[in-house]
C-alpha cells in the first residue's frame, strides 16, 4: 500500500511538521484536499463542489489522489482536518465554505509547503488563494427572465444568510427585473441557513400564497420546485445545480456551479510548480457559473433576450452592475455608465433603491 | 409593508400542513412521556422515518406504503430504547441522546443512494361539498390524507388516555409505577407498548417532511423537528387536546414568520423564533396542571 | 426465563468490565457493518482506536485529544453532581453557549485592551456567570414553582441558540468582517486569547479547568460532607431531609455548579480554539457531555475516561473518513452503537443476571 510507505517515511517528518517545518510529498499520487461542509449527497453546493473535485481526479487519473471530509463544522474542527490532510502529506487543500476561512489561514501558517484554496473568502496569504463565482452575473439573466414572466409582478426571493454575496444576487435580479418590468416588486425571506428543505418549502409556500408567481432562490435544495409544481404556474430557477428534473415547469433555467476546470487548473500549477497566491472571481466568460437551459416555457423572443445578455456578459461587453444605480436612500452610488468594481461587489451590504425592507442584522 | 398581502385563510391552511410532522411527533411522544418514560430520541426516530419512508415509497411507488415503512422504522428505532430502558435499565437521558445520535446515523446511511430518489405524489383528498365551502373549505378540507390522521389520532388519545380502561392504567404506571406494579399491572410491558407507539408516532412525522412538505430526502432534513416535539408536549401540559394548540403555535411561528418576512415586515426572527420557548416555560410556570408524569424519567425494576 | 436480581452491593469488578466489554462489542459489532459497507473491518477499528493515540501522527493527534475531550469533562463534572443528587440538568449545551456569549461579549466590550490582566480573567468570570445565570432560571423556577428542570433547562438551550445567531449577525458582529456575519476572532486579540500555554501540547486554560474540576469533584464527593449530602439525596431523598440537607439549596447548588462549569467550557471554547462567536459555534458538546458524564458513572475518574473516549471516537472517525473513505454517517452510527452498549452492559453492575423460574416469594 502507498499510504503506508509514505506514512513510514513521514513518520519523523510528521513531527516536524507539526513545528512548521516542510514536509514534502514524494512518490506516488499527488493527494488533493477537500473539505466541505456539507454532506456530498446535499444536493447543491457541497455535492457540486464534490463533483467537480471527481472531474478534476478523473482529468488527471492516477496522478492524483483525492482525500476529502464531508459535513466538517466550522471550526476548530475543520482546523484539525485540514492539519490532518497536510500531515497525509496533501499538497493543495480546496476548503469550500466561507466559514472556514480563519482555520484556513491558520493552518496555512504552520504549513508553509501546503498550498490552499479558500472557496468564498477574502483572506490570502502567501499559499492561500481564494476563489468565488460571480454568481450575479446569472442572477441579471434570472431578474430579466423574472420581469418578463411575471404576471401578478410580484416575484419571490429566498434568501440564505445575509452575506455580500446573496445581498449582490438579490439586487442584480432586482435591477434586471425591474429594467424590463417597472411594475415588478420584490419579496425577500431570510431563512438564515444554506440548506434546510423544510424551510425552504415553508418559504416557497408563504411567497406563492402572497401571489408571487415567480420565485428564486439561494438555497440548495428543490423544495421550492416542488412548492411551486404543487401550486402551478409559478416559475423557479434551478440553484447550483441545473435541477433539470423539474424542467420545462416550473424550473426555467438555472445557475449551475462549474468549480472543475478552476481546480483542474490550480492542480495543475501545482504539479508545474507555478502555483501562486491569486484572488479568482470568474463569471459566466471563463465558465465558472453555467446558465442551465432555458425551458420552453418561455417564450421565444424572452429566451432570445436572455442570452444575448448571457453572451454580452461573458464577452465582457455587458456588466450587470452598470450605472446610473441608486442605494435604498437614493443615493447614487454608480454613475451614469460606470461599471462596478471588485470591490464595491465584495463588501456589498444594502440593496439598490426600489427594494423594500431590511437587510437582516 | 403590506400586511394586506397575507391571506389569513392561506395561512391557517399552511400552518396546518407546516404543523402535522410535530404534531404526529409530540402526540407519540405525549404518550410515551404519559407512560412516565422520557424519550428524548425523537429527533433520531423522526429522520429515521423520514429515510424509511422514501425508501418505502421509491421501491413500491406507493406513498402510502412509505408511511407505513416510516412507522415500521421509527418503531424498530423505539424498540431498542425500550429494551435498553425498561429491560435493562439504562438512564432514559442518555439513552435517548443516544438515540438521536444513532438515527442521525443510520438515517444517513439508509438515505445514500436515495438523494435523488422523488417519492410519489401524495394527493390531496378533495372532500367533496366540503371542500367547495367558502372560508372553511380550502382551509380545512382540501389536505393530504394524513393531515386528517394526524388530527383522528389527537383525539383517539385524548380518548383513550381519558375515557378507557387502557388509559387509566397507562396513566397510574405513568404517575407511580411502584404502586402500579403494586396493583399487579406489567408496567415494563405497558410502558413497551407506549414506547414503541411514540416510535411509530416519530416515524410518521419525519415521513411528512420527507414525502409530503419538501418531498426529498436530505441528511439531517429534519432540522430539529423533533427536538420542537418534545417542547410541545411540555407545552401541551401532557394533554392531548392543548397539543394539538402547541403544535399550531410552533407550527404557526414559523409559518408567520416566513409571511411576515415575504410582506416586508422588518422583524427580529431570532427573537420571534425563540418566543414559544419561552411561551412554554411560561406555561410551564403559570399552569399548574401541567405538572409533569410523577414517573416520568425514572427507573424501574420490579423485583425489589 | 431469564431474570434480573439486584445485586446487594453494586459489583466492582463489574463496574470496571463493563465499559471494555461494551468497547469490544462495539468493536465487533461495528466491524461487521463496516465489512457490510465494503471497507477493511480490522482497518477501520484500528484507525478509529489506535491510529490517534499510537499510529503515524500521534504526536499531533494526542493534543487534539485533549482539546476536544476538555470542554466535555468539565461540562460532565459539572452535571455529575446533579446527576447524583437526582436533579437533571439536561441545558449544558444553552448554558455553554451563553458562557461564550458573555465571556467573549466582555471581551469585545474591552476591544482593543492590551490589558490581559484585567481582560482575562474578568472573562472567566462572565463566562461562569453566563452559565450560571443561564442554569439558576430552571433552578429558581422548580424550588418557587415546582416546575420540571429538565423541560425548563432544555427550553433555555433553544433560547440561547437564537440569542447566538442574534449575536453573530447583530450585536456582536464583526464591524471589519466585510459584511459577513461572526464577531472579531478572539485568537487575534492577545488579551482575550485562550491560547496554548506551550505550543503543539492542546494545552489551554479549558484543560487545566477540566482536570482541576476532576481533582476537586474527586474530594468533594469523597472527602466532604458536601459529596455526602448529594449522594444521600440521590438515594434517599427523605433521608437527606432527616439529616438536614435542604432539598431547595441541593437543586440550586447543582444547577448552579453545572451551569457555572459549562458556561466556563463555552468562554474557554470560544476564546480558543473556536475564536469567533458564529452561529454554528455549538457542536453539541452540551449535549455530548451528558453521555460522557453516564459513560463515567458520574465519577470523576470515569468521566475523565470517557471524556478521552468520546474524542477518540471523533478524531479517530475523522481518520477513518479521510483514509478509508467511510462515511460519516457510519461514524455516527458506530458512536451511537458504542453509547447504547455502553448504557447497555451497566446493567451488570447493580444487576446479576438470573436463568430459570424467578422463585414466587
Known amino acids: 500500500m502507498k499510504r503506508r510507505t509514505l506514512l513510514k517515511t513521514g513518520a519523523t517528518a510528521a513531527f516536524a511538521a507539526a513545528l512548521g517545518a516542510p514536509l514534502r510529498a514524494q512518490d506516488g499520487p499527488m493527494k488533493v484536499g477537500f473539505v466541505y461542509v456539507g454532506p456530498i449527497n446535499d444536493g447543491g453546493w457541497t455535492q457540486h463542489h464534490h463533483h467537480s473535485a471527481k472531474e478534476m481526479v478523473e482529468h488527471f487519473g492516477d496522478a492524483v489522489e483525492l482525500v476529502y471530509q464531508e459535513s466538517v463544522p466550522e471550526g476548530p474542527d475543520a482546523e484539525r482536518v485540514m492539519t490532518q490532510m497536510c500531515l497525509q502529506g496533501c499538497q493543495i487543500i480546496f476548503t469550500t465554505s466561507f466559514g472556514f476561512m480563519d482555520p484556513t489561514i491558520n493552518v496555512a501558517a504552520k504549513f508553509p509547503d501546503v498550498v490552499f484554496e479558500h472557496a468564498t473568502g477574502y483572506k490570502t496569504a502567501d499559499n492561500v488563494s481564494v476563489y468565488s463565482a460571480r454568481f450575479y452575473e446569472g442572477r441579471a439573466i434570472q431578474g430579466h427572465l423574472a420581469g418578463k414572466m411575471t404576471q401578478s409582478n410580484k416575484v419571490g426571493y429566498i434568501a440564505s444568510v445575509p452575506i455580500p454575496e446573496v445581498v449582490r444576487g438579490i439586487n442584480s435580479a432586482f435591477i434586471h427585473a425591474r429594467k424590463v418590468n417597472p411594475d415588478v416588486e420584490f419579496k425577500i425571506i431570510w431563512i438564515f441557513e444554506w440548506l434546510n428543505p423544510a424551510k425552504e418549502a415553508d418559504a416557497a409556500k408563504a411567497l406563492i400564497e402572497q401571489g408571487c408567481d415567480v420565485v428564486l432562490q439561494h438555497t440548495d435544495s428543490t423544495a421550492p420546485h416542488a412548492a411551486a409544481k404543487e401550486a402551478g404556474g409559478v416559475y423557479t430557477f434551478g440553484q447550483a445545480a441545473d435541477m433539470a428534473e423539474f424542467a420545462p415547469m416550473p424550473r426555467i433555467s438555472s445557475i449551475i456551479d462549474n468549480w472543475a476546470p478552476y481546480y483542474i487548473d490550480r492542480v495543475q500549477a501545482v504539479m508545474d510548480g507555478t502555483w501562486e497566491s491569486v484572488n479568482t472571481w470568474q463569471g459566466i466568460g471563463e465558465g465558472m457559473v453555467g446558465i442551465g437551459e432555458i425551458s420552453s416555457a418561455v417564450p421565444d423572443d424572452v429566451k432570445a433576450e436572455a442570452e444575448a445578455m448571457r453572451d454580452a456578459i461573458a464577452a465582457g461587453e455587458y456588466h450587470p452592475f452598470t450605472g446610473p444605480l441608486t442605494d435604498q436612500s437614493g443615493t447614487e452610488f454608480l454613475a451614469e455608465g460606470e461599471v462596478a468594481d471588485d470591490g464595491l461587489l465584495a463588501g456589498m451590504n444594502f440593496y439598490v433603491e426600489g427594494i423594500e425592507g431590511d437587510i437582516p442584522s | 409593508m403590506d400586511l394586506s398581502s397575507i391571506n389569513p385563510l392561506l395561512l391557517l391552511a399552511s400552518l396546518m400542513v407546516a404543523s402535522t410532522p410535530i404534531l404526529l411527533a409530540a402526540l407519540g411522544e405525549l404518550v410515551v412521556e404519559r ?12 429522520i429515521t422515518g423520514a429515510a424509511c419512508g422514501i425508501i ?28 435498553l430502558t425498561q429491560v435493562l435499565l439504562s438512564n432514559q437521558v442518555a439513552t435517548g441522546l443516544a438515540l438521536t445520535l444513532f438515527g442521525l446515523g443510520l438515517s444517513a446511511l439508509l438515505g445514500q443512494s436515495f438523494a435523488d430518489a422523488r417519492p410519489p405524489a401524495f394527493p390531496k383528498l378533495d372532500i367533496p361539498i366540503l371542500s367547495d365551502l367558502p372560508v372553511l373549505g380550502p382551509v380545512l378540507f382540501r389536505h393530504d390524507g394524513m393531515v386528517y390522521i394526524g388530527l383522528l389520532l389527537v383525539v ?25 406494579h403494586a396493583l399487579g399491572y406489567r408496567v415494563v410491558l405497558i410502558r413497551f407498548g407506549a414506547i414503541m407507539f411514540g416510535g411509530a408516532c416519530a416515524g410518521l412525522g419525519g415521513a411528512y417532511i420527507s414525502l409530503v412538505r419538501v418531498p426529498q430526502w436530505t441528511e439531517g432534513m429534519t432540522a430539529g423537528a423533533g427536538w420542537i416535539a418534545l417542547a410541545i408536549v411540555v407545552f401541551a401540559g401532557w394533554k392531548p387536546l392543548r397539543l394539538l394548540l402547541g403544535a399550531y403555535l410552533f407550527g404557526g411561528v414559523t409559518v408567520l414568520q416566513l409571511n411576515l418576512q415575504a410582506a416586508g415586515l422588518a422583524i427580529p426572527v431570532e427573537y420571534l423564533s425563540m418566543s414559544p420557548y419561552v411561551a412554554t416555560i411560561l406555561v410551564l410556570v403559570i399552569l399548574a396542571a401541567g405538572r409533569a408524569p410523577g414517573s416520568l424519567g425514572k427507573t424501574f425494576h420490579a423485583s425489589r | 426465563m431469564i431474570t434480573l436480581e439486584r445485586r446487594p452491593q453494586p459489583s466492582r469488578a463489574w463496574s470496571y468490565l463493563s465499559p471494555l466489554l461494551a468497547v469490544i462489542v462495539t468493536m465487533i459489532v461495528g466491524g461487521l457493518v463496516f465489512a457490510a459497507l465494503g471497507k477493511p473491518p480490522v482497518e477501520a477499528i484500528r ?14 493527534f494526542r493534543p487534539q485529544l485533549l482539546v476536544k475531550a476538555a470542554p466535555l469533562i468539565l461540562i460532565a463534572i459539572g452535571l455529575s453532581f446533579g446527576f447524583r443528587a437526582g436533579i437533571w440538568n439536561i441545558g449544558a449545551e444553552g448554558q455553554y453557549i451563553m458562557g461564550a456569549l458573555f465571556g467573549a461579549g466582555l471581551a469585545l466590550a474591552f476591544y482593543p485592551s492590551e490589558a490581559r490582566w484585567l481582560v482575562f480573567p474578568l472573562m472567566i468570570v462572565a463566562g461562569t456567570l453566563g452559565g450560571l445565570i443561564w442554569a439558576m432560571i430552571p433552578g429558581l423556577l422548580r424550588v418557587y414553582f415546582r416546575t420540571n428542570e429538565i423541560l425548563v433547562s432544555l427550553m433555555l438551550v433553544y433560547v440561547a441558540d437564537f440569542l447566538l445567531d442574534a449575536m453573530a449577525l447583530g450585536l456582536l458582529r464583526n464591524p471589519d468582517g466585510m459584511g459577513f456575519p461572526g464577531s472579531r476572532n478572539l485568537q487575534q486579540y492577545p488579551a482575550a486569547h485562550n491560547a496554548e500555554l506551550i505550543a503543539n501540547t492542546g494545552m489551554h486554560w479549558g484543560v487545566i479547568a477540566a482536570f482541576f474540576a476532576v481533582v476537586a469533584a474527586y474530594i468533594l464527593l469523597s472527602r466532604h460532607i458536601f459529596g455526602f449530602n448529594v449522594r444521600l439525596a440521590g438515594q434517599s431523598p427523605r433521608a437527606a431531609a432527616f439529616a438536614g440537607v435542604s432539598a431547595d439549596k441541593m437543586v440550586l447548588i447543582c444547577l448552579g455548579l453545572s451551569g457555572a462549569l459549562a458556561g466556563m467550557a463555552g468562554m474557554f471554547e470560544v476564546a480558543g480554539p473556536s475564536g469567533q462567536v458564529l452561529a454554528s459555534f455549538n457542536v453539541g458538546y452540551g449535549f455530548t457531555a451528558i453521555i460522557v458524564a453516564f459513560l ?35 461514524i455516527q452510527l458506530f458512536q451511537g452503537m458504542l453509547l447504547f452498549f455502553l448504557l447497555a452492559v451497566d446493567v451488570m453492575t447493580n444487576f446479576r443476571i438470573r436463568f430459570g423460574r424467578q422463585k414466587v416469594a
Open chain 2, 56 to 83: 418505502f415509497s421509491t421501491l413500491t411507488g406507493n406513498a402510502w406504503l412509505g408511511f407505513a415503512g416510516a412507522a415500521l422504522g421509527g418503531l424498530m428505532l423505539s424498540f431498542l430504547f425500550a429494551v
Open chain 3, 296 to 330: 463515567g458513572r458520574l465519577h470523576p475518574v470515569g468521566i475523565l475516561l470517557a471524556g478521552f473516549l468520546m474524542a477518540l471516537t471523533y478524531i479517530g472517525g475523522e481518520l477513518a473518513q479521510m483514509n478509508l473513505q467511510l462515511p460519516r454517517s457510519a
Open chain 2, 156 to 180: 383517539a388519545v385524548w380518548y383513550f388516555l381519558s375515557r378507557t380502561r387502557a388509559g387509566l392504567v397507562l396513566r397510574a404506571v405513568g404517575e407511580n409505577h411502584e404502586a402500579a
Open chain 3, 47 to 60: 484507525t478509529i482506536f489506535w491510529d490517534p493515540l499510537f499510529g503515524d501522527f500521534a504526536s499531533y
Open chain 2, 35 to 46: 407512560a412516565g418514560v422520557l424519550n428524548l430520541g425523537v429527533e433520531g426516530m423522526m
